[in-house]
């Protein structure tokens, strides 16, 4: 298929973007992308790809933007229930950490998720994966850490790998045991985090050698934050895990900073995200990994708190910075990656073009994907947006609607009615 005449192709071509090089669309006006199968086998002018692709199918996008598919490298998506009634806690006042004191928070969806079978997870889960690749999201990284044992995390791992079976998105795993210290282990999150490496690890990498063989390794991630995981903690985690192979995350300076995005650096984590409360030693410390500085808008507005990630500080210390949407019950039910383009560039005060590429190609670098996807080049997989306005500064300007026309994904169109 030849999708020609776009208003505007975004290649995003090249390396992911570092520092203030972030935002170089890779623009071609009157743009046009040949796909074969699942890939992408030509990118230039519609002239040009007229000319030396005669005969192929045609797609008229005139009017309109084509670019990468966004890939979203931080989420918890898979979860039962909801958490309706802590939000009307929090307008009044209670904060975010105290319900997870009490027993609520992360724990409430634990019992809920502890609760529900593998299909039911899978069941609830489905209509919100397609939501959220109806607005554009073609790759998905996924936690578990609502099962906060090793039978329930198994089921959730279960269930991640079924629902990327089904698609149409495709989802990228992560094992989050380290999420809150279960009830079993209340007060005494030594011995919760010694059963993480002694048997909650090697447990998981068991059942992964024999299920998924063929599938890498996922992530392991620690919430490395006061009431959750100490820094010794988490280190001794992460530790373990890279030991045995996994590649690592970290969820770091949410609200106190401990430590996390050092950590991170050092181990070699292929992210590190949140980053509200970062001090500067630890941004240039980041600047200068290879470690992706993930930062996800979309909680601290879906907390009401009036602190973001320090984009600019991350920019100008020459860090590689990535947008996710953190889709959870508890701080950020939000399911659409252009509403977090929205809040960036409002509250990161990226402009477009950075939002863009922060939440594509250098969202693929977050989760080691770059190579695959994350930009319109030929040899990548065919993953792409088609949206209905024809300036792509349209998105981070426009929020709360939807700007997707069509959604491809290796290569199959889906259109919204598709989608329903
Ligand atoms: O990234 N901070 C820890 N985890 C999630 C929230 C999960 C929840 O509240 O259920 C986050 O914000
Ligand atoms: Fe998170």
Redesign the pocket.
Known sequence: MLIHSASQLLTIAGPPQRGLDLGDLGLIDNGAVLIQGEKIVAVGSTADLYASYPDEPRLDARGRVVMPGFVDP?T?AI?AGD?AAEFEQRLQGYS?LEILEQGG??LA?MRATRQASRDALVQETTPRLRRMFAHGATTIEVKT??GLETASEIRMLEAILELDRIGPAELVPTFLGA?AIPPEFHGQPEAYTDHLCVEMLPAVFDWWLSQAPSRPLPFVDV?C?TG?FSLEQSRRILTRAREMGFPLKI?AD?FDSLGGARLATSLGAVSAD?LVVTPSEDIQALADSATVAVA?PG?PFGLAEPQYTPAKAILEAGGLLALAS?L?????WCENMQFILALACRYLKLTPAQAIVAATLNAAAALGLEKRIGSLEPGKQADLLILDVPDYRHLGYRFGTNLVYQVVKKGVFYSQADLL
């Open positions: 931080h918890h979860w958490r975010y928070g992360i969806t850490g609502y999420h919430f934050e959750a969820h949410e949140h996800l909680t953190d959870n019950p508890g701080t950020a």
